[in-house]
């Protein structure tokens, strides 16, 4: 089956700085969402976007939809110990079909 | 209001052995997706449900995979017998419609590892 293309595959950063990670599709999704994944739990949805070209934000994470229903993109910013995790993208063609997940980017803050 | 609760938490089997997981959704949800979640991938759909009635199982290799969900509540999903590639966590997600769509909330999955 398929699987998104998620960059980048892990990130070191430290405690207050900026993060940006993507994914792309050689596909259509008509919602994109971004969730995060911490050791022993499932996924857990942080934000959701419906419409290609949709901005939105949750706090310190912005993501937007691709104008080409392709691709998205999620913003930490001034990142806090908290942040860290596995983040993944997830696509989705209708409103109840089941989701289709990148490979995950893993952040890692260092003290 | 109480999560998707999924058990046993964690199995050790060896391979040709059969096992079965079991998923409790959140109370209401029509719709229940069993994912598997291979070691650094992310989550792969294995089966969708909507009530009782099977949705897509395009992905199950039903060779050796099988889920029911008889009364359209809690699942089962079956694994016989066990192949080593089939190590892996094992998530429950279920769903109820929205305004903008269907979000998937995410048990916190089996954890099975075939020897």
């Known amino acids: 089956g398929q699987q998104l293309n998620q960059s980048p595959q892990s990130m070191f950063i430290q405690e207050g700085e900026d993060v940006s990670m993507n994914c792309t599709s050689s596909?259509?999704?008509?919602?994109w969402l971004w969730y995060k994944q911490e050791p022993g739990e499932g996924p857990v949805l942080l934000i959701a976007?419906?419409?290609?070209?949709e901005l939105t934000s949750n706090g310190r994470l912005t993501a937007q939809f691709g104008i080409t229903r392709k691709d998205s993109f999620l913003n930490i910013s001034a990142s806090i110990p908290s942040d860290v995790g596995i983040y993944f993208c997830?696509?989705?063609?209708?409103?109840?079909?089941?989701?289709?997940f990148g490979k995950g980017t893993h952040l890692i803050i260092q003290p | 209001e109480a999560g998707v609760a999924q058990s046993p938490r964690y199995k050790i089997i060896e391979k040709r052995q059969s096992v079965a997981f079991w998923c409790n959704p959140i109370?209401?949800?029509?719709?229940l997706y069993w994912y598997q979640q291979i070691l650094g991938q992310g989550p792969k759909l294995l089966i969708q449900?909507?009530?009782?009635?099977?949705?897509?199982d395009s992905q199950l290799p039903k060779d050796r995979f099988s889920a029911e969900r008889l009364k359209g509540v809690d699942s089962t999903l079956k694994i016989q017998p066990a192949k080593l590639e089939d190590s892996a966590v094992y998530l429950c997600?279920?769903?109820?419609?929205?305004?903008?769509?269907?979000?998937?909330?995410f048990g916190p999955g089996t954890r099975l590892t075939v020897l």
């Open positions: 997600a279920s769903s109820i419609r929205g305004v903008d769509g269907d979000t998937q909330y």
């Open positions: 596909s259509i999704f008509n919602t």
């Open positions: 976007l419906y419409k290609a070209g």
């Open positions: 997830a696509g989705q063609r209708g409103g109840a079909d089941g989701l289709t």
């Open positions: 109370s209401g949800h029509a719709t």
């Open positions: 449900f909507q009530n009782n009635g099977v949705v897509d």
